[in-house]
């Protein structure tokens, strides 16, 4: 109801060209162009007039209701902007923005495919309860721990529809009876960086305003909290030095930790020309892992994960050795003595030692940055997702204040972000140790200032609250009786998975507010509300370089879905809070602003507030030029700009707003103007803090000591409180140290396992993983390996291998916990009430990938995989919660796993229309728990020496193993199976022709409209099936449906095929799914009489030729197009291949991939 | 188009050529043969065709027929009774063509004796013959099992024109007629009966229809079809007599389990036996049939025998396939045939001339020739259990349109196939175990059928390995060598 009000407000104008003057440069610049905007179905929009540089920019006058709407990508922190052309009700296509200063109109492979991720495929569309145990039981592919079991289940409904209505006044009734029994500080949010940021600033307002506690994280904290703690350590603020222009504009770019080749795609294709147009710059890469990034580096220094502060102390002392120090810099900044002699037992055969690589690398690197006063060191993950994250942030902007190569055009450390709005999250304080708008939370004065703004009931709580890693204990421990997920996955994403997991079911109120139905987290709640997603919904992001940029709405929102900030406010004012009746997020937006300026020096309109709190975020400094005077009529003035004047001086009424349309015609810009260069706005500033006795200090280099065991993989730790009663209770050792003690070297490989993303997936798929070109590149859970390794586990490419956490004593790791601060061994005091040693842990199970690009000893594996996507492929569970002890990151890329290898029996593909693919994944389910059961049936009657005399596991090796991955117009099921039972079931083709007689009988109303034609082959001895369902149109005489058998069927052109299923002892033996993915829509180019045979052998009998594994996403190019112009057209180059074939054209991240391939066959050809 | 003007124009006068000719031919001796069935006359034409490249060196061939329709195709017969084909289609040769390659036709001539010791033959209508060589074809009649009353009238064999035109007087009629025997020609003459509009039972010894040449999935398939036709069939059914009314016509057949079953006519379908008697009389060596060596000689010199009355190493030969080898292979013997005489024998191979291509009995396929119901096999399908558990099967079904293919494999050769509906890759699959090459590398296509199968692959794919394809042409004894070496050759 909220929504259509703030519709029918939005207007059709024109902005007039005179009220771009006196905007800031980056929002004047953006505005020379005629905005307009249109009304389109529930929604408002931008179109934009003029033709765009390219000139390919769809022709609104040839179709009157087509509308190109200006937005902003949802995935990495790049933040893209995209021209999206629309209809009344969906997004046509997208392409980039030719005028968005973060991509000028290039788009990477996951943003070109933005068109195919929409629509109602795989959504929430209405809120519902759900049995979560019964649910949660029926998902979890292994048996769940006994406490688990033991809750009956089975005569609940899974899944209960409601309304909006109904279920608002519930979360209402049910977080305020939480509250009171257990509470303010019993309910937790867990957010999320996909949240734009009015939901982010509406859920943190709520919770420490008026809930009362501030245990709201986001899922930030696995992404960039290192890099906010390494901020404010050396800035005072969690303040952003650089921006993309410095790459650019740099002579020398080092990136550490980061693939930004494959994450920052956009970004790094900036460098790339830059680099082109002048090959004099460098570019250095630090990174265990030799990745694509590599392929364009001048060095590559493959240290030892975790080694970064090794590598970066031994930097500082290398460049105060060469007196590279800025004098000017170094006598403004704190620390500089102290960070210094700390690095100087760092030589460079000390460090080569330590990260484990040449010392001549090293120096190379160390003289090429003393070298180059133009330099950017761009960080990632691989920096931040580490239990010394912050240390690693500071070992690098270190290395930048001493050369006073800070916020300087193209010399400066930068922070990557990993999500689209991580940024806003920090700017509203959505963490669960920020409070809002950059100010402190441990600060009191900036507490009550905030309290005071809000007009908040209660003060606002000065402890920190509940932290994304400490989630799971504080819910088992009772601390935590409701948790709110919002927006992201934490089951998948979170380490120690299996925990959270665990938590979820034992917590009593957990609420997830998504768009959809495969992120796991869903299926662990007891309520779900359908959240809008990307295209529906409209607010505000920012992204790396600090830009806010409008996401607009595209299209109607899918089912009842809605904007989380209006959910969260719905809530809020029906538990009886006041100060949550937004109409429009354009609201919620200027109070934030107004929070940035409230108490800001830099605010013009606050210079006689008593207390000062002078900060670069003041976003109605920014905007001042679009403000107005004027307030709308309908609403109150108090939650604007001018609220917090009345209340506290004789000031004049006179209240500052961005007007709706305004807000809708925002064009991006950079907060605190285009360029925070810190020494010269350190000065200013410098008065007033000594003034306001405010809290900004001088930027500090911090001394790093790092510990000698940084490279030490994490293991997850038996807890040693509780070995005392182990010991009185005279229990037998656990299962896993049974195992592992009998487990000989050469069947159980140790590596370490780094985490990371791929080029074509975002986070854990619920996305990307609906646009079928975007899941050809990795297609299954893989675990990169090297060869060295894959031949000591004596596994070759693709075959399975299973993953297991890796256990230790806690004693024998007690000088951890002398590395430990407070905060981590709170943490742990946490963990061990968890963990009792018997909770299940989750199998999981990967194909290997050899490749030399990673460290004898390392182990890649995505962290995509969900059990929305695959069977036993989330890689959380393996990961033991070990965090950085000032941001509390997880450290994700640096666990101790095991390996072991899984004798397949057979492999198996199915494809599947859409509609199917649930009812396909239940059938695979149901063989899971069958052949589990039996096989534990079984295990009980054998003797245990049998089992650990063949070296296997038997109690964690599943019967059967799957993944999926969205093809054009089917679902792909890969499957494999290491149990011959199971194999045998699978390539029963009766088990499957039960399958379809239940399918059918389930689809009964629709029995008589479509008639379901199944046809086999089958191998008796090698397991081998290929069966086919297809489906006809209806029979326009019933009767003589079957009784003609030979005609009927071979005569109707109209068939469909509905599912292929292909099951054989190797993976050879399976079909390739490009050609029977295509007659999911059509078989009509199959002669009749041949259809089943075409369809059974999966391709057409002759005159196929097999694009090959797709190479290039965007422009959809197989490997054999490729291969096909490098050996029959000779292109030596990825130019020269563009050209041919178009691959590597558009986002040119998969450039490196063909580069290879020219490597691998360019000689050939020629020769 | 010149060909058949010339044809039309030659037609005119055949019975005085062929007497002018016949009354040459007694003073040179040629190339006699004895039976213009299937075998007789294709062996007549495809030697003329080979002799005619050569002229300076012919022989001339003279063809019998006891029957007044020559060289029509018997197996075509039950397509003849069902209606679908006339009967003149069923030729398989024009007459043209026996004047333009030179043969003599003897049409409705029987043979009375044979001298083999001075090589002349003696016909019913007093005519004696000399020979150079002579070939007997003499072919099989149906087998009359002597049931109590099988001479009662109405009782029936198919095997001739005379039997289709009197059995289907009986479908008109609209009468209720058994088969005896569901084998292929019964399960024909039943569907084809049921089709004229008789009502027709089956009756069958075995478990299932077909059970040489089926196996039970595609046996079952058949016989549903069978029932949705209105062929009922009565299965593990043992005659025990033919009753008979006082008429002496049939009424209808009592089975060993007590039933009775009344019928208006039967069909005997229980076999062949092949036509040994003028060969026996005349002292060469014969036991269920002619023997005959390899290269189709008999015991006696100078005299041949081919088709369904040989027996060879204990084999009678009962389809088209092997006959139309017995007659290439004998072809080869007989192209060169010049006045020189003949000397090798049965037992006295010593001298075989490279040129001789000897006959070797390979797996047999059958077709069932019944319209819009195919069925087909091939090779080996009937396994005791040891050897069940070393063969692997290929199954493709679609159950909806009764498709069924079932491939044997042994040790990666295909040694048997049964497909069921869609038979068309049937002489596919034949040659394949006809030539038992290994299919290692198509073996996972080839339930898919000769499309998906590119036969260079089976060389090709193995180019690595080469060695291997040669070895196991050299070590497999039922190879054939020519087939392989042109694989070879196909692939290099």
New interface residues.
Partial sequence: MNDAIANESAASKVVSANKSNGLPNSVQKATDCVIETHDISAAKNIKKALTSSDGDLIDSSIDSSITTIRTTCPYCGVGCGVLASVNETEVLSVKGDPEHPANFGKLCSKGSALAQTLGTARRLTEPYYQNKQAVMKQHQPMQLGNDFNAIDVSDKPLINQTDWDTVLDDVASRLNDTIAKHGRDSIMFYVSGQLLTEDYYVANKFIKGFIGNNNIDSNSRLCMSSAVAGHKRAFGADLVPGNYEDLEACDLLVLVGSNMAWCHPILFGRFLAAKKANPNKKLIVIDPRRTDSCEFADLHLPIAAGTDTHLYNGLLHYLDQQGCQDDEYVNQSLGVDDAVNAAKAWSIDKVAHACQVSADSIRQFYECVAATDKTVTAFSMGVNQSQSGTDKVNAITNTHLFTGRVGKVGASPFSLTGQPNAMGGREVGALANLLAAHLELDNADHRQLVADFWQSPQPISPNVGVKACDAAAAILDGRIKAIWIMATNPVVSLPDADNFRQALAACDLVIVSDCSVDSDTVKCADIVLPAQGWGEKSGTVTNSERRISRQRTLMPAAGLAKPDWWILSQVATRMGLTGFDYQHPSEIFNEHVALTADGNTHSHRTSHSNKNYPRYLNLSKDLSALMTDEVPADKPAQQYISQHINQNGNQIHQPIVLSQQAYEEMLPFQWGGTRISMIDKIKPLENEIINSAATITKSQLIAITPSNEASVANVHRYQSRQKPQLIVDNRTPSKHEVEYDTQSENEVFHVRLITGRLRDQWHTMTRTGLASQLNQHQPVPTLTIHPNDARQLGVQDNDFVQLHRRYENYGKYESYENGVTNNGIVIDIAMSTARDGNEPASTVMAQVAISDTLRVGDAFMPMHWSNAFASFARVGPLIPTVVDPHSGQPELKNSAISVTSVPMQSFGKILVHPEWQDAVIVQLRTILANFSAQSSEKELSETKCEAHSNNILPEALPALTWSLSHQNNSVLINLASPMVEASSTLAC?EFWQQFMASMQSLSQPNCQERVM??????????NQLRFIVTQSAPETDSNNA??N??S???ERPSTQLIMAIYV?PTQK?LPSVRWLDSCFTDTSQIPV??R??WL??GRP??GYVDPGPLVCSCMSVGKNTILNAITQHGCISATAVGKQCRAGTNCGSCVGQINALIAECGPLAQA | MSLSMSQAATRVDTHTNTHALASDHQKNAGIVIIGAGMAGSRFAIELARTQSNDDTARLPITLISKEPQVGYNRIMLSPVLAGDTAFEDTYLYDNSEYEQLGITVLAGVAVETIDTKCQCIELDDGQTLNYAKLIMATGSTARVIPFPNHTAKGVHVFRDLADVTALMDYARQGKTGLVIGGGVLGLEAACALAAQGASMTVIHMDGYVLNRQLDLPAAELLQAELR?RGVCLAVSAHTEAIEMNDAGEVCGLSLKDGRMLAADFIVMAVGVIPNTALAKQSGLEVNRGIVVDDFMHTSCPNVYAIGECIEREGELFGMVAPVNQQVDTLVTVLKDALIKNDTNVIDNKTAVPDHWVSFVSKPLSLKLKVS?MSAFSAGQIAFDDEAADTV????????????YHCLYLKENKLIGAVLY??TSDGSFYSQLIIDNVDITSIK??L???E??CHLDEITLNNLPTTEVDIEFNETDKNVDHHKAAELLEDAL
């Fill in positions: 083709p034609h199944t046809a086999f082959t089958v191998d008796n001895v090698q079957a009784i058998s030979g009927s069927d071979d054989a033996q009489n041949q089943y045979k059974l052998a009998a002759s | 949705r819009g692997e099967t290929l199954v493709y079904r679609q159950p909806e349109l009764n498709h509906g869609d996972d296509t339930i898919f059928g499309a998906y």
